[in-house]
């Protein structure tokens, strides 16, 4: 009875009460409390560079975590991915993308769940992913560019939904997408040869 009281009124603590996750983790349907826990232990257990041992989820105390909210949880889903269960990945990507606070955050994790689209061959997700990563573009292309050095990477969901856009038959809307982000800098390692197809 006594160790029973004792868990109810237990201390909150771990990496939840250092990301501030409690509140959310506690909203959480049982089920989905589950999947998290799952994925955290499952890291804590093959993931050699993470820092982080079983106990560490909801107990002691973790100071500098190394992670935001939509960090942390994306690693989760990364570890789901590499399980091979797509959809609580894809769950713990979407909360993640929930959760996340700056546009470059939401490009990291939406180009996870394009990836995680293209292995499933879902072009509907495929299309609904990329368009709402090239629609966050203007928000984190600075912050992308400072990190590689003041120069733009390729960038998947770009390519892919020009690839998507030709294939439905809008070659207007893919050309116009194509020109827009070959204008910032953006690499499309085929660029020529797209455009001379798109304007054929």
């Not at 990945?89 to 996870?112: C, F, G, P, T």
């Not at 038959?169 to 001379?196: D, F, I, M, T």
Request: a neutral charge; glycine letters at 6%.
């Amino acid at each position: 009875m006594i160790g029973r009281v004792f868990r109810i009124f237990r201390e909150r603590g771990g990496l939840l009460k250092a990301l501030e996750l409690w509140e959310w983790y506690e909203g959480l349907e049982p089920k989905d409390q589950k999947r998290v826990k799952k994925y955290f232990s499952l890291k804590s257990i093959k993931d050699l560079r993470f820092p982080f041992k079983a106990q560490h989820f909801d107990t002691g105390e973790v100071q500098n975590p190394g992670y935001t909210k939509a960090t942390f949880l994306g690693s989760l889903a990364q570890t789901a991915l590499l399980e091979g269960e797509y959809e609580d990945a894809e769950w713990l990507y979407l909360k993640a993308l929930e959760l996340a606070v700056s546009a470059y955050e939401k490009h990291l994790i939406l180009n996870d769940l394009v990836m995680l689209a293209q292995r499933l061959k879902d072009f509907e997700k495929m299309e609904l992913y990329a368009k709402m990563d090239v629609e966050l573009f203007d928000s984190y292309k600075e912050e992308l560019r400072n990190k590689r050095g003041g120069s733009l990477p390729q960038i998947n969901s770009y390519e892919l939904l020009v690839y998507l856009l030709e294939r439905r038959g809008r070659k207007k809307e893919a050309l116009e997408l194509l020109e827009r982000l070959h204008e910032e800098g953006v690499v499309h390692p085929y660029y020529e040869e797209v455009k001379k197809r798109l304007i054929t």
